[in-house]
């Protein structure tokens, strides 16, 4: 009797924690109905995976960098993406990988500003630091290393352009939240292309300031939409579509692969070759939400806008892609699926980051570069290497 009463208090305890951490939830609102329980997703969302061929030549020079981070993608996010698409994703074509360590200067346990600013600079930072080392000195980016070398640049985010991912490849601020001190180094960077949302930062600033005229005078067209970026085929040009973030998959449509396809139609006709950065940014906000079918979607549309890079690249010939994380979010487990019906299980351990190490995919020219496990740090590093900048 006593160890029954026992179980019954711990069992309503625990109703009680799942409903304050349900109260907490910010990102998916209830949002995906078909979710027969918790952890069960089934998906109707599939995408056919046409087979990718090897690059004819490995060794070839590299012109172009492709970089696809999916914001939160541990290996469990990628499993539940390849079973809810029938066993088969768009990833499983870049045949380099390896595994990156995510900690940051200050933390096991990194944020997307660390991991970001690792990714984008080589060096580990404070967890919330953008672009800048521990004592808030400017770090030089990837990007701003290609660009310094005349290559065409861009980035594109399913979130605001100003968020902590994108941002590490263009500012320097000791905190990824001065959203609106972020806006400024779009002007002042040596960006061709940006496309996501954030608008706000740029027009509804408190200095009541817009940065709108000042992006013009840079030489950037700013569109305001998708259709609007349809008409769009060569120049600078910044895509800012939303006043705050992108909407979640499906609300959003082909944001990602087709913004994917525009920046690569643009950053192309710079025949000194491309730097560019596509962010799968709400794979994480899935995982904080410890929801799998946010987790799933959010997944397949980046798998798509992978597809999208693939293709280039098989044809391009001289394109470096790389798809990799900058954290795990949700400490996510896949446990059963339906393949034939895309029904996936899955399971979180944790509403925050986890401190695994996450994939990195690499195709192209200098994709076994890749393999192995190191710091994330690394892979700016091999950027470096495989487009042969001095250091
Ligand atoms: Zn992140």
Request: with cysteine.
């Amino acid at each position: 009797m006593i160890n029954i009463s026992r179980q019954l208090l711990l069992i309503s305890l625990l109703i009680l924690v799942n409903i304050s951490w349900a109260q907490k939830k910010t990102y998916l609102d209830g949002k995906y109905k078909k979710e027969t329980s918790e952890n069960v997703y089934t998906t109707t969302n599939q995408h056919i995976v046409v087979p990718i061929a090897a690059v004819a030549d490995p060794n070839v020079e590299v012109k172009n960098i492709i970089l696809m981070i999916g914001d939160g993608m541990g290996i469990s996010h990628v499993f539940a993406a390849m079973s809810a698409n029938k066993d088969q994703l768009y990833l499983q074509y870049a045949k380099y990988i390896g595994f990156q360590k995510t900690k940051s200067k200050n933390s096991y346990k990194t944020d997307s500003a660390a991991a970001g600013t690792a990714l984008a600079c080589g060096k580990k930072t404070n967890n919330g630091a953008l672009g800048v080392d521990e004592n808030d000195k400017p770090l030089t980016s990837i990007l701003t290393i290609a660009s310094e070398n005349n290559k065409a640049t861009g980035l594109v985010g399913a979130c605001k352009i100003t968020h902590a991912t994108p941002a590490a490849f263009v500012a320097h601020v000791h905190s990824r939240g001065q959203y609106e001190d972020i806006a400024e180094f779009f002007i002042t960077n040596s960006l061709d292309l940006f496309i996501g949302g954030g608008l706000d930062d740029f027009n509804k600033r408190e200095d009541n300031q817009s940065l709108i005229p000042d992006l013009e005078d840079v030489g950037f067209k700013v569109v305001y939409s998708i259709e609007e970026m349809d008409n769009i085929h060569t120049g600078k040009v910044a895509g800012l579509y939303t006043g705050g973030h992108i909407d979640k998959y499906p609300e959003r449509g082909e944001f990602l692969p087709r913004s994917t396809n525009k920046a690569l139609e643009i950053l192309s006709q710079d025949t000194d070759g491309f730097f560019l950065m596509v962010e799968a940014s709400q794979i994480d906000w899935g995982g904080h939400d410890n929801s799998v079918g946010y987790v799933v979607e959010e997944m397949l549309d980046f798998d798509r806008a992978i597809g999208e890079a693939l293709k280039f690249a098989e044809k391009d010939g001289h394109t470096l892609v790389i798809i990799t994380s900058d954290h795990e979010t949700g400490g996510m487990s896949v446990h059963e699926a339906n393949l034939e019906k895309g029904e996936v299980e899955g399971r979180f351990t944790t509403g925050s980051h986890s401190s695994l190490m996450v994939p990195v995919f690499a195709y192209g020219p200098g994709a076994e570069a890749f393999i192995g496990i190191y710091e994330n740090t690394e892979v700016f590093e091999k950027m470096l290497a495989a487009y042969k900048f001095e250091k």
